[in-house]
């Protein structure tokens, strides 16, 4: 689970790079301003905001409402491992699809794929599915994520008056929150690659009971568990002590910039 988690991370480092030098661009050579950036890098908010004041209004406590918004994006992330082990999914994940002629658009077509995902010709198409479903739909998902974070953070240190007040707005909760997530999204990842091992080695291999088996093991419900109880500690950091070490290193910005006359 670490080294995916390990491979999380690094997406998640190369993809908000790349969303920090779009914003950086964005703002320093094609005139788009500080709140225009940041209004693009957060436009889920509009999505979210309205949910968190309907909850908001029924739980006072703001850790809490920040926990359950943040709950939902982990298990967005951790649901395709359950879904695999479902009996609902079993026909849709797990029945096996016929390879088309290699001579055809759509033969050379379910090869790329194949290939692309690291398996061999061999193996059947069933393992496609399960591939969107546990591999592919999350390292996307962290990518998205991770390029609009990475785009936020000039668009903030202009509107903030400098990357300080950033790292502080980020960093108390970021250091849980972040490494989270990275779990959360590693859950699908493992769970593929012990279905690709399985399917390589034996073709006819029955990936629905490995899945089932995986999914509700009591190693995934203690991680998924730990996932959780890391979320809702971020949630309070954010919620009482983020806001907080704002505060504080604006107050120091302030005083550093004012003269000694007026101290």
Known sequence: MIRYAAAMAKLFVVCAA???FAGYLSIAHFGATPQK????????????????EKVRERVKDGGW??????????VILISPVFLAGSYRFKNFLHSGMKIN???????????????????TAACDKRIISLSFSLNIANRFATGILAFMTGALCPAASGLLSGPIIVFAALAPHGIIEIPAFFVAAAFPLALFERL????EKDPATNTFLIARNAAFSKTTIVLA?????????????????????VKYFRAQQ????????CK
């Open 101 to 119: 002629s290699e001579d055809t658009m759509a033969g050379k077509f379910d090869l790329a794929v194949i290939r692309a995902i690291g398996l």
């Open 65 to 74: 409402v920040i926990f359950l918004s943040n709950s939902l994006l982990a």
């Open 196 to 199: 690709k091992s399985a399917v």
């Open 254 to 261: 302030k005083n550093a910039s004012e003269p000694p006359c």
């Open 37 to 52: 950036v940041f209004n693009a890098s957060t436009f889920n908010t509009t999505l979210s905001d309205p949910v968190r």
């Open 18 to 20: 790349a969303g920090f």
């Open 225 to 245: 568990a730990a996932v959780f109880i890391a979320l809702a500690a971020a949630a309070h950091i954010e919620d009482k002590i983020t806001p907080e070490a």
